[in-house]
Structures are given as C-alpha cells and as structure tokens.
C-alpha cells in the first residue's frame, strides 16, 4: 500500500470489510441492524470515510466469520486507521480530505479564479484565509502554518503525480496586492518545473466549459496495486469528498476536457511569465 496514512488505512479496511459482507451473503441492511447502525454510516464505512472503534471490527469479523489470518490483518489495518493525521489548525470538516491528500498517489486539480493551496505562497494564502468568515482573527496565523505545511508534499521523497489546470482569471485576481502577487506568480513558475507536476492554464480565449464556477480535485489512491479515485468539492462551510461511480465518470470527463482545450505547458510557462512581466513593469 504505497500511502501509509489513516486515511489509505480507513480506505483499506473499508473494501476489505465490504468483501467479506459481500462474501458472507449478508445485506446491507441486516449488516446495519446488527450493528446498530444507518446505512449512511454503513456506506461511510464501506467508503473509507469512517473510523472503526476495536469493537466494532471484532464484532463485523465475528459477524462475518472471518478466519484467524484475515482477523489478525483487519485488526491491525483497523489500528493504523485509527491513528490520528497531522494537520495543524485546520477545519474538522476539511481533515479527511487532507487525509486523502496525503495518501494520494496522483492529484487532478482545477481552478477558474483561485489558486489551490498546495500552490499558494505564505502572503498569499494569508490574505485569503484573512477574508475567510469561519476562521477567527486569533487563529489565522495558526491555519497559515498548516497551510504551508501542505506544501511539502510536493517535494517529499515519493511524491504525488500533480496536474494543475488554472484558469487564466487567477493570473490576474490581485490576492494581497502586486508585490503578493508576483511572488505567487514566481512561486508558480518555479512549480511548473517539478518532475511530478504537471501545469497547465486554461486561457480566456478558449471560452466556456463545463466546470465554470465549480473547482475540484480529482485524486487517485493506489491501495495494493489498485486504484481508488475520489473527487472533493469544497466551499466556505464544507468539503465533500465524492467516490460514486456516476459522480467520478462526469468529474473524469471534465477534467479531462478541461486539460484537453488547456494551453499545453510550453505555453502555459510563456503566459506565466509574461504576467511575471507585466507585474514587474507595474500592469
């Protein structure tokens, strides 16, 4: 399992336990009555979106009739899920997200007029956090430093595969002012030459598009071999993290469209720069 975070673990443990209910011939719902659960909370857990107490695990194994070897393996999978992840000060409703994040092998990601956080300078992620209405005075600095944090994902040992595509109106949306905003601007550029990412700005020119006014992540876990995807979609108040075969086709189409009319990474360096330029010469 190339991530090694809880949320990989959450998303492992969940398929596991999803073939064994499959395999026991039991449904959903005498699963959930057993459990004294919803079927929301079941789905949550198929998904890898819920933490399982030690109880519970013994109890869907023995409801299962999972052997020695398998209940040795799903224990301990259940242990390193229930650690807790490393984020800072962030938002509870963010941190699986950024759990995935963390344990993704490839990250797909499209903005129209922001740019994402692992892209984003230290003034320029302090000015939008500033203007944010669920994120206290007193504890800016704090969302910050975890903020910046993120980034180091980008350069650790084992990278994510990164795909970037920007709409051209975050070139010119004057986060923090000129000075803010040709150090974003830089910052991005020296990104575009990473090996494990892949940059691309999606002009005025090309018109519309089916994701005007929605941004989002499309995120690949590799979990043994075998690939888990996701699509998060976040606003001011929430980030839901998606993993329905309908919603990730429409998400994969779209991505894929959107890089496909993009400007290629040549010229996406040359608009960069040339907004570099711009702000240098005072435009």
């Not at 909370?41 to 819920?50: E, I, P, T, Y």
């Not at 990250?107 to 956080?117: M, N, V």
């Not at 209405?133 to 504890?139: E, N, S």
Request: net charge negative.
């Amino acid at each position: 399992m190339s991530g090694t975070g809880p949320a990989a673990y959450r998303v492992s443990l969940g398929r596991k336990f999803k073939a064994l209910r499959e395999a026991s011939g039991m449904d959903r719902e005498a699963v959930a009555r057993e459990m004294g659960w919803d079927l929301s909370k079941l789905s949550r857990v198929d998904n890898g979106q819920a933490t399982l107490k030690v109880a519970e695990v013994d109890k869907l194994l023995d409801l299962f009739g999972a052997d020695e070897a398998t209940a040795v393996e799903l224990r301990e999978i259940g242990q390193q899920a229930r650690r807790r992840g490393s984020y800072g000060k962030v938002p509870e409703w963010s941190r699986p997200f950024l759990g995935l994040e963390q344990d993704a092998a490839k990250l797909e990601i499209f903005q129209g007029e922001l740019i994402p956080g692992l892209f984003q300078t230290e003034e320029y992620a302090r000015r939008l956090i500033s203007r944010s209405p669920v994120v206290a005075a007193a504890d800016v600095e704090k969302v910050v430093e975890a903020r910046m944090r993120r980034r180091s994902l980008l350069y650790r040992e084992n990278p994510p595969r990164v795909h970037l595509v920007l709409g051209e109106a975050a070139l010119h949306i004057m986060a923090g002012g000129p000075k803010a905003m040709l150090e974003q601007l830089r910052h991005l550029r020296e990104l575009a030459d990473l090996d494990n990412v892949t940059m691309q700005i999606f002009p005025f020119s090309a018109g519309e598009h089916a994701s005007l006014g929605v941004g989002f992540t499309y995120l690949t876990l590799d979990l043994g071999g075998a690939a888990t995807h996701w699509v998060n979609i976040e606003d001011l108040t929430r980030t839901d993290c998606l993993s329905g075969a309908n919603v990730l086709e429409v998400y994969r189409l779209t991505f894929d469209s959107l890089a496909i009319n993009a400007a290629g990474e040549r010229e996406t360096i040359a608009l960069l720069e040339q907004r570099i330029d711009a702000l240098v010469a005072g435009g």
